[in-house]
Structure formats: C-alpha cells, structure tokens
C-alpha cells in the first residue's frame, strides 16, 4: 500500500496517478498491477443539480396554479365575470414565464427565455391596458418593453460570446446602451410631451461613445504590443 506524497491520499497498486490531486504514484516497493481491485468505485456519484431545478421549477409551478385558478374563481363566482382577478392572474403568468418556466429545462438556452420573458411583460402590460385603457401601450409601454428585452438579449449574447474577444464585447455592450437610451428618451419625450427631444440621454451616449473609443485604442495598444513582444522573442 502507498499513500500520495502530495496529498496524503492511500493509494492501491492499482492506480497509476493519485485519484485526488493526480501526482504519479512511483513506489518501487510495490509496483503497478492493473489487476488489483480499485478501493473506490470507477464511476463517482454527482448531485444531479439540474434534475433537483427541475423537479423544484415543477413543484413551484403547481404552487403558482393555486392561486392563479383560485382568484379566477373568486372573480368568477362574485361578480359573474373576470374583470379585477385578471391583474393578479397576469402577475402570476408574468412571474411563472419570467422566472419558473427557464428552471424546467435541463439545458435552458437563456436568450430564448429571455424572449418569452419579454413577451410576457409586453401580454402583462396589455392585459393592464384592456383593463386601464388609455393610449400609452401601442406608443409607449410596448415600444419600450421590446426594446428593453432586445438590449438585455444583445447584452447577454455578447458577454457569452466566445468569438468575439473582449475589446468587441465592451464596445458592442457601449453601443447597444447608447442607442437604448436614446430611444428611451425619445419615447418618452415624444409620449409625454409630444415631442422629440435629447438632453439627459445624450450625456450617456457621448459617455459611451468616448469610452468606446477609449477601449478601442488600448485594444489596438494591445495587440500592437503583442505583435512586438513576439518579433523581439520576449
């Protein structure tokens, strides 16, 4: 029997490395042998974290359909119709597509349920404005819902880029903030005032565009610098 001389772990004859730390086992007092049986199992037992998400979204998913169906009811019943209950009934179908419905798959790809999300707020909002009436969705709520959910998609693909080197990345991100706050402001502006005008917004695209620029620079620096640490061989 030998024991690891990083780590301390016992050691079998059977084990070329240590299990543990990976360090060659070399004992001349007792050498390799294949056919020594392992002390351990070959294959290692995980915590399955997925399928525990999976079962806990499934779970919470049941929780929420209470008292989605419950205040359905309770309007129903009452007052004979669905009028107040709706407002509590799209909250509970935002929060379930927005935070639940992502954790029921094994492998979630994050910018499709970034969309549905977006969807869900844009249904949220009209549900609020068949309720509230008024001009503010079609102009305003669902202009500025879509843009939100297309900026926070754009952000997410570039930071899990993994083509795109990191320079790319800042400067991309810069830009879809610049052209987000302007849209913004012109929205609310144009909503609000029935007007299009650019103050606040402009000191964050001019802020964004600088620091683009900034970053664009030290990237070229950067790889010039490389360029000339290989040519001299250092």
């Known amino acids: 029997m030998s024991y690891c001389v990083n780590c301390g772990v016992e050691l079998a004859a059977s084990e070329k490395c240590c299990p543990l730390c990976g360090v060659e086992v070399i004992n001349p007092a007792s050498p390799f042998d294949?056919?020594?049986?392992?002390?351990?199992?070959?294959?290692?037992e995980t915590i399955r974290h997925r399928a525990i998400r999976v079962v806990a979204a499934r779970v919470l998913s049941l929780l929420m359909a209470i008292p989605l169906i419950l205040v359905l009811?309770?309007?129903?019943?009452?007052?004979?119709?669905?009028?107040?209950?709706?407002?509590?009934?799209?909250?509970?179908?935002f929060a379930f597509f927005a935070f639940v419905f992502p954790c029921l798959?094994?492998?979630?790809?994050?910018?499709?349920?970034?969309?549905?999300?977006?969807?869900?707020?844009?249904?949220?909002l009209f549900v609020l404005h068949l309720l509230l009436k008024g001009?503010?969705?079609?102009?305003?709520?669902?202009?500025?819902?879509?843009?939100?959910?297309?900026?926070?998609?754009g952000i997410y693909l570039m930071i899990s880029s993994?083509?795109?080197?990191l320079p790319l990345k800042l400067i991309i991100i810069l830009?879809?903030?610049?052209?987000?706050?302007?849209?913004?402001?012109?929205?609310?502006?144009?909503?609000?005032?029935?007007?299009?005008?650019?103050?606040?917004?402009?000191?964050?695209?001019?802020?964004?565009?600088?620091?683009s620029l900034v970053v664009l620079i030290v990237g070229?620096?950067?790889?010039?610098s490389e360029r000339f640490r290989k040519k001299l061989f250092f």
């Open 162 to 165: 993994k083509k795109a080197s």
């Open 175 to 211: 830009l879809i903030v610049m052209v987000f706050v302007l849209l913004l402001q012109m929205l609310t502006e144009l909503h609000f005032n029935g007007v299009i005008r650019f103050d606040w917004s402009l000191y964050v695209a001019v802020s964004c565009g600088m620091l």
């Open 34 to 44: 294949p056919t020594v049986a392992r002390p351990y199992p070959t294959r290692h």
């Open 105 to 124: 798959f094994k492998k979630p790809i994050i910018w499709m349920f970034m969309i549905f999300s977006t969807l869900a707020a844009a249904a949220y």
């Open 135 to 153: 001009d503010w969705y079609y102009l305003f709520a669902l202009p500025v819902t879509v843009m939100t959910g297309a900026a926070a998609i």
């Open 73 to 93: 009811l309770l309007d129903l019943i009452e007052d004979g119709s669905m009028s107040w209950s709706l407002i509590p009934a799209a909250s509970i179908v």
């Open 220 to 224: 070229r620096l950067y790889k010039k």
